[in-house]
């Protein structure tokens, strides 16, 4: 299963419960991390095991069979999934499934691989729900591909800054671009798609975003295509090429598209000069 692949355009802000909140039924959605078993807290594997129904969107049928080793119930929600299906449709009756059964007094858990809150619709959507309608919900955060690629490409995004977009919001908004910041582009395999139907795009999507970044990045600067490693047994995929060769890169739904600054950082000499002044009026030893 993928993480979700509808641009979004803001998180939906989500009130804890009042006072009066029902007290029969709950949610929790939970996550896994990305590596199957050594990325899940304490806390995600009490809710799992302490769940009347665990609702399962995992990426590997290992996992899944790793989950139903701590519960008795799983339900998976791949078979949402259908081919030509709009994800808007199976987004919806994820949420439907899992609030079916709070609404019948149960602990639900769902348990969702990398973070629950990133790229991922359901969760938030569910979890808002859940508490629309007076049940307790909670959200708890996983390691996600994102906390994988700082650790395995070595990149500190406060060393020079970091922008994220997903590809196809980044391609169909005007987005300001610093190419002295890093910049990640996520789910680049189905950059271009505005039919909410397909799970990868072509070479000629990938060449008008290709043709965008050019605006900011030389053709020839090296760009990384980044896939977190899910299972202890296999590595990263750290895939170093030219921008331009993005184009006939083999890519998958899980890939992610990392670039690399292409300038130094430019002072704000202006700034810079005002803090001058600034600091030269304060009283030695103020605050």
Not at 156 to 167: K, M
Not at 169 to 187: G, K, T
Not at 267 to 284: E, F, G, K, S, T
Request: proline share 6%; glycine share 8%.
């Amino acid at each position: 299963m993928h993480k979700d692949s509808v641009p979004t355009h803001g998180t939906p802000v989500h009130r804890a419960p009042d006072a009066g909140a029902k007290t029969e039924g709950s949610l929790a959605c939970v996550g896994l991390g990305m590596m199957l078993g050594a990325h899940i807290g304490p806390r995600a594997r009490n809710y799992i095991e302490q769940a009347d129904v665990v609702f399962a969107a995992v990426s590997d049928a290992l996992v899944e069979l790793w989950l139903q080793d701590m519960h008795g119930d799983v339900r998976s929600l791949q078979p949402f999934y259908a081919e030509g299906k709009s994800r808007h449709d199976t987004y919806r009756e994820m949420v439907e499934a899992m609030m079916v059964e709070v609404r019948a007094g149960r602990r639900v858990c769902g348990a969702f691989y990398g973070h629950p809150g990133v790229f991922a619709q359901v969760p938030h959507h569910a979890v808002g729900q859940a508490r629309s309608e007076g049940f307790l919900a909670h959200m708890e955060p996983g390691v996600s591909a994102e906390d994988c690629l700082y650790a395995d490409l070595g990149i500190d995004p406060g060393r020079v800054g970091c922008a994220h977009f997903e590809a196809s919001q980044f391609m169909f908004y005007q987005r300001r671009i610093d190419p002295s910041a890093y910049l990640v582009l996520w789910q680049i395999g189905l950059a271009g798609d505005r039919s909410l139907r397909r799970y990868s795009t072509d070479a000629q999507h990938r060449a008008l975003l290709v043709d965008l970044l050019a605006q900011d990045y030389p053709r020839d600067h090296e760009v990384i295509i980044y896939e977190a490693a899910t299972l202890p047994i296999t590595s990263p995929r750290m895939e170093r090429l030219p921008l331009s060769g993005l184009v006939e890169a083999t890519l998958h739904l899980q890939s992610t598209l990392v670039i690399p600054p292409a300038m130094a950082m430019q002072p704000n000499q202006a700034m810079l000069d005002r803090i001058a002044r600034l600091d030269a009026h304060r009283v030695p030893g103020g605050a």
